[in-house]
């Protein structure tokens, strides 16, 4: 997903981009839907939340 898809996301769920890193925003995106704000948090490149939108990108950030 491209940053600029990202922030329209974000802006859809209230969540003010304030230049974050691409990370740090999907963090906040994952807050506001309630979820663990876990992307790119993996330690070993695995993980069990086959259903997540950002499992694909999470599992490149290391």
């Known amino acids: 997903?491209?940053?600029k898809e990202i922030r329209v996301k974000a802006k859809?769920?209230?969540v003010v981009s304030?230049?974050?890193r691409k990370a740090d925003l999907i963090h906040e995106i994952q807050k506001a839907e309630n979820n663990i704000p876990c992307f790119g948090l993996s330690d070993n490149n695995h993980c069990d939340r086959t259903d997540c939108l950002w499992l694909h990108d999470c599992l490149k950030v290391k």
């Open 1 to 3: 997903m491209t940053l």
């Open 12 to 14: 859809s769920l209230g």
């Open 18 to 20: 304030r230049n974050l």
